[in-house]
């Protein structure tokens, strides 16, 4: 049985002496720090922590945690964390994907961890683009974007990371910006969260897609294009002058004036993130139609895991039970070999 009391580290406890090798400028470097920052403030140990990835630049992230780690293979992150959790739950399991990784060739693995609901943290770097082969369109990139692989701009209608982990079935979701000072916040959530937390965090590929979420990540822009949401808080932005109204007509969200301050006049909603409804509702949200883009943790509904599932399962099953191998192994059709076989 592994201790898994609360110790404490410093962010220097979760870097490892490997040179970090990312594009000057790729946004995978300050997630990197947001994770390095948090990992102390979670209590945890770094041997008792594991950060598994798949293929693309964000899977190099394991060789930069001085935790155990594997890089495993396209789109598999998320079968071989099962296998880690299962093995052992006390270990504190971190997947780290992309888009291309988790959504294209992973699409069904994650799926299917979503579903079953591992206790597990699911980071997906999102940037809209395949930058480790050279910039060819993903499944995220946006209608019209240029690429080798789309030269006269994509007709592909992207999917969403977020809607795709709430239709599979997801407990925890949740969306953070890569430079973005909450990004620990969401963070923290996800790991607090028992079950498997999906996180979806905007990256900026600086060679290959240079500000395609500039619109809502801008300095400037910020304000009015993004909505930090906090359970049982008024949904407001643009410095509390604007808020999140639901129609419950016609059933869905529109923006509205918030007017000295008073949203409850102004029908602002309360965000309840264990409405799954108005959780669609949320990240659905687009700016070409006027909305702001939903950050922080849209969803959370806790429910058993997968994992606490297996264990109890196992334990009943060998409740009065005396382990025997060898019982095992002769267990059904065996055979014996009594002499060297005849040779012509």
Sequence with gaps: MNDMTPITTTPKDWETDQEVRWCPGCGDYAILKAVQRTMPELGVKPENTVFVSGIGCSSRFPYYMETYGFHTIHGRAPAIATGVKLANPELDVWIITGDGDALSIGGNHTMHLLRRNLDCQILLFNNEIYGLTKGQYSP?????????STPFGSVDRPAS????????????????????KNLPQVLKAAHGHKG???????????????DVFASFTDKKAAPDNQVWLENGKP????????GIHLDRHDLKLVVVDVVDGNWQAAGVIVHDETNKGVAQMLIDMEQ???????????????????????VEQNLAASQGKK???????SKGQTWQVDKEPHRA
């Design 288 to 310: 070409p139609d006027g909305f702001p883009i939903a950050l922080g943790t849209i969803y959370q509904n806790p429910a058993p895991t997968f994992d606490s599932a297996v």
């Design 323 to 329: 382990p025997d191998l060898q019982a095992l192994i």
């Design 196 to 210: 498997a937390s999906f996180v979806e965090i905007y990256q900026n590929c600086i060679v290959y897609n240079d």
């Design 235 to 242: 949904i407001l932005f643009a410095g509390g002058a604007k």
């Design 161 to 180: 990371p977020c809607s795709f982990a709430l239709g599979a079935g997801a407990r925890f979701i949740a969306r953070g910006i890569d430079t973005h």
């Design 140 to 148: 995220t990139s946006r209608v019209g974007t240029r690429s080798p």
